[in-house]
């Protein structure tokens, strides 16, 4: 699964309705909780049906949506860049997430609203720059014109594919099932499976 997480405010909804429905709303609604949309791709003739989940960016739900981050293998972190406070919440959301998700999760910092470039208070500079020190992808998107928002997201699921796929054949010793939809939930499964099956055998070896 994929989270988008952020401030309120700052484009999650619209981002993935964009690129969901190619559609922006302009009343969209305070997120409550999470919302879930999916989407299937193929990458290498494999079918990935990918879930994204959109988190509320308000503290009073921070426990509610801090629970969808441990199943996570990709976020997309997205701040607003007419809106300084968002950026600056950028450390609190990425070390919520690491210290919570699987660390092989893959991340895109998103700075949104590009459109408006008359009222920024956060430069493409400060965005590269705040990328850069955690090592991961940057962004700059419109949720209202589209512009990046499909790339961004192809990115990411194809990054979390190619994480998963060597996990999968890793792990489990079992090639992905060409012309078959598979889900992260059913290779984490495996590697749970897997990893039990290897706990049990030390364990039997040890008491014998």
Do not use: P
């Not at 059913?186 to 590697?191: A, G, H, N, S, V």
């Amino acid at each position: 699964s994929i989270i988008l997480i952020g401030d309120e405010g700052s484009g999650k909804t619209n981002i993935l309705s964009r690129y969901i429905n190619n559609k922006f709303q302009t009343d969209s609604k305070t997120t409550i909780g999470v919302e879930l949309s999916s989407k299937t791709f193929t990458i290498n003739n494999d079918k990935i049906n990918a879930q994204f989940w959109d988190t509320a960016g308000e503290e009073k739900y921070k426990s509610m949506t801090a629970a969808y981050y441990k199943g996570a293998l990709g976020a997309l972190v997205i701040y607003d860049i007419t809106k300084k406070q968002s950026f600056e919440s950028i450390d609190r959301w990425i070390s919520d997430l690491t210290n919570t998700a699987d660390k092989r999760i893959q991340i895109i910092l998103i700075g949104n609203k590009n459109d408006l470039e008359e009222q920024r208070e956060v430069s493409r500079e400060e965005g590269e720059m705040k990328a850069k020190g955690y090592n991961i992808a940057f962004m700059e998107t419109s949720a209202l014109n589209g512009k990046n928002i499909e790339i961004a997201f192809n990115k990411l699921v194809e990054e979390v594919y190619n994480n998963f796929r060597k996990e999968f054949e890793s792990v489990a010793n079992v090639e992905l099932m060409r012309g078959k939809t598979i889900t992260i939930e059913e290779t984490k499964k495996k590697r749970k499976k897997c990893c039990d099956k290897e706990a049990i055998a030390k364990k039997f070896k040890h008491e014998k």
